[in-house]
């Protein structure tokens, strides 16, 4: 198996057709043909059923493309990145939409003094992020766990070869606008926010209760927005007076004074942390990051 041979599969699965497929890979439709045979042949399957009407994709061809495109993905990514003279410097982290992570992230390309560089930062959703690290598309990852979903993320991170760190405990709390009814209390409980709308994130393909990003997730709530940014959820707080539940730290810096946080009474706890990949040294950008990090943690809950 080769990786021109799964570049050829893919393009003919684009195109539906062996006499497309051939024309945009400037071969033989002979040549294509006898390569995607003989690949089947090696591997055992069928990929492509062949009717008078085209090409139809077999239910194991369909899996088999999803593996493909990841290789292929990731010899690409190998390319642009050794394949170039450029003195550029790469760095990626993918989170769950957390204030400290992105206020970490800015103070990281304030320091960072080089005049060449491409830095990723993707809010996203949990079963993403955990791809993210384990492909290899970014070096870190940073999420929750708790008593709820620890068995299950961690058998994916298990699975993934992921290790988890620790960054911080804490009590749950809710974000809500200043200007909120209950913007006074000290404290509120489930109660007390009944008859708000609930704000959550949403996670799409995985919309298991085990990869929500907030806690308490399996509770039914009268009114529900699902949501894909942080600017959308806090523009729907402030708008229509919603919540959401979080760690508590948000950024005043990045966030002003329109968002509040107030703890939420329920015995629970979350833990947030960094995963990394365990088969890969950690870059000095990455090392870094983690101690802007743990510092903007401290700074921020200090603050509370």
Known sequence: MTLQQLKYVIEVAKNRSISKAAQHLFISQPSLSNAIKELETELGIIIFTRTNRGIHITPEGSEFL?????????????????????????????????????????????????????????????????EDVKNLRSEIGILYLNDFNQHVISKFLREGNLIFHHLFEAKPHVFISATNPLAKKDCVTLQDLREYPYLSYEQGEYNSFYFSEEILSTLSRPKNIHVSDRATLFNLLIGLNGYTISTGILSKELNGDNIISIPLRVNEQLEVGYITHKNVTRSPMANIYIDYLKETVALERNQL
């Open 66 to 130: 999803g593996y493909a495109r990841q290789v292929i993905e990731q010899a690409e990514l190998l390319e642009n990145r050794y394949q170039t003279t450029s003195s550029q410097h790469h760095f990626a982290v993918s989170s769950q939409h957390y204030a400290f992570a992105v206020s970490a992230f800015v103070r990281l390309l304030k320091d960072y003094q080089t005049t060449e560089y491409e830095f990723t930062f993707r809010e996203t959703k949990t079963y993403e992020i955990i």
